[in-house]
């Protein structure tokens, strides 16, 4: 059963666009559901997610530092540098 729906997947890949719509529309459902069992007011859960992307960011820095050939100082520049 496992093969066979691996083997749909391939035939049918789902588009990027849907992809992102189901992980954002999971975790916004995942963040109302931590606001209300903490009882957070939006104002905390804003400072909460900005720490999060900024963990994020970083991650994806990492992955591109990875994926870069020749990085000299091993350091994360933005795009502005």
């Not at 496992?2 to 459902?29: A, Y």
Request: proline letters at 4%.
């Amino acid at each position: 059963m496992e093969k066979q729906e691996k083997n749909k997947t391939e035939q049918n890949p789902m588009p990027l666009g849907m992809i992102l719509d189901h992980v954002r529309e999971d975790m916004t459902k995942s963040v109302v559901a931590l606001q209300q069992k903490y009882g957070l007011p939006a104002s905390l859960l804003d400072v909460i997610l900005t720490g999060v992307l900024s963990e994020v960011r970083e991650m994806k820095c990492m992955e591109y530092r990875q994926l870069k050939e020749g990085e000299k100082d091993g350091k994360c520049h933005s795009v502005s540098e």
